[in-house]
């Protein structure tokens, strides 16, 4: 039977399964199960702390994790000379997905920028809560909560979070509203820097410094695309406490807002698991965001980050060179730190242009030129860190270590470049190795890396406390926002509550493009 024919026998089956309820939950429960216990469960014995277990490794979570111990890998080839399997070769053009658009890693870099949170300066140490949160919109810390929050008891003004209206639309507010390095005094001792806005940093164009936004995340500044995500939850936080003060008059500003927030929490969980996830994997069925699915399973544990996780995340490969902008074309290396492009277009625009434009494809060779040296800054962390082999967590994920380099890659530059670099198999490192790897069909993503995001995403998204068995209930989010969180699953429900209505030749708001199909590839 050809393979073309069972693809496609799959594919009538995952519509069956989509089309009853109860058999989509049996089923999603069965692939969630097994996609978790494909490796050790937490808590893991090593962390980034010490080489050894001890007390503080097991509980100091301003480390990260590790689901290997440390290793002294026995090739090392120079970074530079690492580097070329990124870039790609002089001549050649980019390689673009067949299945995503540009929402996808714009929703990938929001979520994860809210619990990959490595200290620049020693790669062993964390700030994440460890939490999917929603932090680059809430903030790390009370005290960050806090300086975001309206915090006025006025009516029609209770649980809110502060913004501004730029013409018909509401975006956060400016961090630095006169233009210079000197922020806004309600926001200076509290906030986290951005990203690219500290000492040591060229200065940025005054225009420029002036477009970035008030925060939770020090990183929700670093592309448009990041902004608007941020820009999108934040209109929903103030719909959604707008909602809860009407119909709970009697609430004081402090219930709506933590009530609202309790809301917004396992939403964007939802959207993770029901969108992103669903996107990611080659099934021909779609996984539902149902809580109960972790309430007896033996993963449930305590969130931490691991030192492979605040890796495996580098996606560099999936931003084009150019990016299609509704007014125009922006470079690649432009489209960074930078609110005006938003801020002109507007949050629907911008959302379309996401979801009309293809990602490039994920993988060697085709990382652009202005985000090479962030690919070695990633190899460099993992070494620091002393990440154990490619092979090695081929074997700790449930894989069979790769004996020949053709099992990695079956392009054959690819296998040239890691024959030279790294002599046998077995002394590929981590990093280099998960991008060097072959997609897997019908997922942007290669296997290795799949695996390990299964594993955590839904490990740590299904286990957040506000999707317990005792608290998902409409004791915390009323019946009203129970029932909102029950009906949200893409990010595009969400933008048309929070933008005028969208006409019929809109742009669907999709990670997945509208032109693919099952075992059209990845």
């Given at each position: 039977m050809s393979d073309w024919f069972i693809q496609h026998i799959f594919a009538?089956?995952?519509?069956?399964?989509?089309?009853?309820?109860?058999?989509?939950?049996?089923?999603?429960?069965?692939?969630?199960?097994?996609?978790?216990?494909?490796?050790?469960?937490?808590?893991?014995?090593?962390?980034?702390?010490?080489?050894?277990?001890?007390?503080?490794?097991?509980?100091?979570?301003?480390?990260?994790?590790?689901?290997?111990?440390?290793?002294?890998?026995?090739?090392?080839?120079?970074?530079?000379?690492?580097?070329?399997?990124?870039?790609?070769?002089?001549?050649?053009?980019?390689?673009?997905?067949?299945?995503?658009?540009c929402l996808f890693p714009a929703f990938a870099q929001y979520l994860t920028d809210g619990f990959i949170r490595t200290v620049p300066t020693d790669p062993r140490q964390t700030t994440t809560n460890h939490e999917i949160d929603l932090c680059p919109l809430y903030g790390r810390t009370p005290a960050q909560t806090n300086a975001l929050r309206l915090k006025d008891n006025t009516q029609g003004r209770r649980g809110r979070l502060k913004s501004q209206m730029i013409g018909a639309e509401e975006f956060p507010p400016f961090l630095y509203p006169n233009g210079n390095n000197t922020p806004d005094p309600q926001f200076a001792t509290t906030l986290d820097?951005?990203?690219?806005?500290?000492?040591?940093?060229?200065?940025?164009?005054?225009?420029?410094?002036?477009?970035?936004?008030?925060?939770?995340?020090?990183?929700?500044?670093?592309?448009?695309?990041?902004?608007?995500?941020?820009?999108?939850?934040?209109?929903?936080?103030?719909?959604?406490?707008?909602?809860?003060?009407?119909?709970?008059?009697a609430w004081d500003d402090e219930r709506v807002f933590q009530t609202a927030r309790n809301i917004m929490i396992p939403m964007f969980i939802k959207i993770v698991v029901e969108q992103y996830i669903n996107h990611v994997t080659p099934l021909p069925f779609s996984l539902r965001a149902d809580p109960s699915v972790a309430w007896t399973a033996n993963w449930n544990r305590p969130n931490w980050i691991t030192a492979e996780f605040s890796l495996l995340y580098r996606w560099h490969s999936l931003m084009p060179d150019i990016i299609n902008w509704p007014d125009r074309k922006i470079l690649i290396a432009a489209f960074q730190v930078d609110?005006?492009?938003?801020?002109?277009?507007?949050?629907?625009?911008?959302?379309?242009?996401?979801?009309?434009?293809?990602?490039?494809?994920?993988?060697?060779?085709?990382?652009?030129?202005?985000?090479?040296?962030?690919?070695?800054?990633?190899?460099?962390?993992?070494?620091?860190n002393r990440l154990d082999t490619y092979n090695r967590y081929r074997q700790a994920f449930g894989m069979a270590p790769a004996k020949t380099f053709a099992e990695i890659s079956s392009n054959r530059d690819v296998v040239a470049l890691l024959t030279e670099l790294y002599g046998v198999p077995d002394n590929v490192e981590f990093y280099p190795g998960l991008f060097a790897e072959d997609l897997v069909p019908d997922s942007p993503l290669p296997g290795l890396l799949m695996r390990m995001v299964a594993v955590d995403a839904f490990s740590q998204a299904l286990t957040n406390p506000l999707l317990s068995e005792h608290v998902f209930n409409a004791d915390t989010f009323t019946p009203w926002g129970l029932q909102l969180i029950h009906d949200t699953s893409k990010l595009g429900d969400i933008l048309a509550r929070n933008t005028p209505p969208r006409g019929p030749t809109a742009t669907p708001i999709e990670m997945t493009q509208a032109t693919w199909h099952y075992a059209d590839g990845p």
């Open positions: 009538a089956a995952g519509s069956v399964i989509d089309g009853w309820a109860w058999l989509s939950g049996e089923a999603g429960a069965k692939v969630i199960g097994e996609a978790v216990t494909t490796t050790r469960n937490r808590p893991h014995p090593w962390s980034t702390f010490s080489d050894y277990t001890s007390w503080q490794s097991l509980t100091d979570r301003t480390y990260l994790a590790r689901h290997l111990p440390p290793a002294n890998v026995p090739v090392q080839p120079p970074a530079a000379e690492v580097r070329r399997l990124f870039q790609r070769p002089a001549g050649t053009t980019p390689q673009f997905s067949k299945k995503s658009t820097a951005p990203l690219l806005v500290r000492p040591g940093q060229p200065p940025l164009p005054q225009q420029q410094l002036a477009s970035i936004f008030a925060v939770g995340g020090d990183r929700v500044n670093t592309t448009p695309f990041s902004a608007m995500m941020n820009t999108l939850l934040l209109r929903e936080h103030n719909r959604v406490a707008h909602e809860l003060e009407t119909r709970n008059p609110n005006r492009p938003l801020v002109e277009v507007g949050l629907d625009a911008a959302f379309s242009a996401a979801a009309r434009q293809p990602t490039g494809q994920l993988g060697a060779f085709n990382t652009a030129d202005a985000l090479l040296d962030i690919e070695i800054y990633a190899v460099k962390q993992a070494r620091s």
